[in-house]
Each structure stands twice: as C-alpha cells, then as structure tokens.
C-alpha cells in the first residue's frame, strides 16, 4: 500500500521508525542504509522496503501498515509530559562510546543527564539473587570507583544491580541505570525511589518506548548497551546461565575489559565468575585491580574519601569475641551463644550494640552477619 502523507520532519521520522516494533536497531540501520533515510523507509510502500537486504517480507508489511502518526503524537506528548529527552545517533549529546558499538540505538531516551565524565563508566553487573557476600562486594566495589571519578553503570535489576547503583549514590557519585523497558514503567516495581535517587545523579537510559514492558528478549538488548556505555564490565556474581555473562560476552565483542570477582568456589552463584577467570578475564578484589586496566584511557584516579571498614567503631573485648564468630558467615543466636560461651542476655545487648554501630546486621531466621559494605568515613 502506497504512502500520500506529508513526509515526516528529520527528528520526527527518526523517533516514528523506533516505534515500530519489528524494527530493532539492526533493521533501523540496514533500512535507512538501504533507502537513504528514516523519512523515505515511512515513506516507501512495502514491495520497496522487503528488497533491503535483511528484511523480511513480514516485517516490511509490518513496517508499511504501521499508523506512526498516531503513535508518534502520543509518544511526543508523554515525552514532554514526563520531562524526558531524547539523543539520537550521529548528533551531540549521543555517548561517543555508545556510538562505537555495533548497530547502535538509534534514540536513547533519558531521565536526568549523561555528562562529559561519564565518559568514565564501569559497569558493574551480576546475579539478580545477590547474596550478602555478592551485595557488600557490588556496593563496595561501586562505591570506592564512584569516589575516584567513575561513573557506575548498571541495569537496575534486583540483587547486585541495585547494590552496584546504591554504593555509588552513597558515596556520592554518578551512576547510570539502562532499562529493558521504557522509561515510563518502573521495573522491578520496588525500584521507584531507587530510580529517582538515579536520576537526580545521573541518569536512567532506555532505547525503547516510553511505556514499553520488561519482555525478555529486552534485556539482551540492554546488555549490550550497559556495555557500550562502559570502559569495562565488572560481574560480581552470577551463576553459569546469568545474564550477566551476556553482558561479559557483549563487552569483550565491543573490545571493553573484563573483570570478575572470585566467590567460594563450591557456590552456584559464583561458577559464572570463575567460568570468565578461567577464560582470561581479570580476578577482581579491589577497585585498583580495575584502575590497572583502564588507567591508560583515563588517567590516575581522583582523589577520594576516607573509607572505613566495618570493623572501625571502638569495639569492646565481648562485641570482638561476637564479631570474630560471624567471620565465616550468617550464624543464628544461640548458635552465637553456644560458640561465645556468652549468656543469652548478654548476647542480645551485644548485637543491639553492634548493629547500632553498623558492624552487623540482622538476617531473616534470627541469623546475623558482619556487614561487609564499606561505611563512609564522615570525620
């Protein structure tokens, strides 16, 4: 079916192409590479577009019957409803990183602001199943980068995405959210005030419409770009069938370091990271094993804060004797009690002193654990 319309405006046709939904960054490219421009693929009646390389007979009547007008009014409207922008590829503000990658997104969409130093991102991903040991390493990890110049990027999923976003905001740095959805859906629905707290420091980052859903085969797609926005990715823990690995696959495709962090070697959530140190991928502990890597794109670290570990309140000789049962892991109460030789009273003022100084904390079953995410020295 032939086209009569008015011929869209350059930034309008860009945004009406991405709506279409059989269209992908890759078909957006090979289109526009075969027809000349986002304007003439809206333009052009089906039996033209399925003679580009690549496009399917299917995808190009999906392309030709699409009502853009209608869409793409609604999808303006949302936009400066909501007080989003959009960057497009090829034009000033699209992240030169980004760009560089293979079939890049035609438009992202943005809730607060990609800057000049975010040029300087690591991402830091991993299993949605964080465990306390994989969430202390994410938030420390993020948090002692942040307070070097690094902005963190992540996918803002549950587990150590969200600790690789929260140690970077408590350390007072950037960090970069990148959504397998559209900006206006919140995902996981738990993460709303997370994304504010994002988005006042850096920003939230989507290819896809405004109200797209979390499909699965989104996610992929936000690998590769929580990638591209990064000089390395770091995967903290994930288990063999992780989507973390996805992003450690797209990282070394996009020629980006990659980095991994050692867990017990008989846990599950850490066979992912050992499979990448085995493979060459560099063994993590610290954020100078990092630095190493990327120091010759960026030069030395800025200065940072002081930080402390858990351990750095004044302690008194009995909360030591507690701390020191806690160092190989959760252990319930009265297993605390039976290994302290303390009595049960005594016991239960010495963890309300300790989590009050943050050294410990409370695990669901009556279980406590040292906490391991590093405390911001405010003296």
Not at 56 to 72: C, Q
Not at 181 to 209: K, R
Not at 225 to 238: D, M, Y
Request: glycine share 10%.
């Amino acid at each position: 079916m032939a086209k009569t319309e008015r011929s869209p405006g350059e930034h309008d046709a860009w945004l009406a192409l991405c709506l279409i939904p059989e269209v992908g960054a890759a078909t957006f490219h090979r289109l526009v590479g075969g027809l000349g421009s986002p304007e003439a693929v809206l333009m052009t009646p089906m039996e033209v577009i399925e003679r580009v390389p690549g496009v399917s007979r299917e995808a190009a009547r999906a392309i030709a019957d699409f009502r853009w007008r209608e869409a793409l009014d609604r999808e303006l409207r949302v936009i400066e409803t909501r007080g989003f922008t959009l960057r497009r590829f090829g034009e000033e503000g699209y992240p030169e990183p980004l760009a560089a990658i293979h079939a890049p997104p035609p438009i992202i969409y943005l809730r607060g602001a990609l800057r000049l130093e975010d040029r300087v991102a690591v991402a830091i991903v991993g299993s949605r199943k964080g465990t306390l040991y994989g969430i202390a390493m994410a938030e420390r990890l993020s948090g002692e980068l942040a307070q070097r110049g690094v902005t963190i990027v992540s996918g803002m999923a549950r587990g150590i995405d969200a600790a690789a976003h929260r140690g970077a905001l408590e350390a007072g740095g950037r960090t970069i959210a990148v959504l397998g959805c559209g900006l206006g859906v919140t995902y996981p629905p738990e993460h709303g005030e997370l994304s504010d707290q994002i988005a006042a420091n850096g920003a939230l980052v989507s290819e896809f419409p405004v109200f797209a859903p979390p499909k699965p085969d989104h996610f992929p797609r936000r690998n590769r770009i929580i990638s591209g926005l990064s000089l390395g990715v770091v995967v903290v823990e994930a288990g063999i069938e992780s989507g973390a690995l996805i992003t450690a696959n797209y990282a070394l495709e996009q020629g980006r370091e990659v980095f991994a962090v050692p867990g017990q070697v008989t846990a599950r959530s850490s066979r992912g990271c050992h499979q990448l140190i085995k493979a060459g991928a560099k063994l993590t502990e610290s954020w100078e094993d990092v630095w190493e890597e990327i120091e010759a794109q960026v030069g030395p670290p800025a200065q940072s804060g002081s930080w402390v570990t858990p351990a750095g309140p004044s302690l008194e000789q009995e909360e030591i004797l507690v701390v020191d049962a806690l160092e190989a892991g959760p252990v319930q109460i009265d297993d605390l009690i039976g290994r302290t030789r303390l009595p049960a009273g005594q016991m239960a003022s010495l963890l309300l002193s300790l989590m009050l100084k943050g050294v410990i904390e409370e695990l669901p079953g009556k279980s406590f654990a040292k906490r391991l995410r590093p405390v911001r020295d405010r003296v």
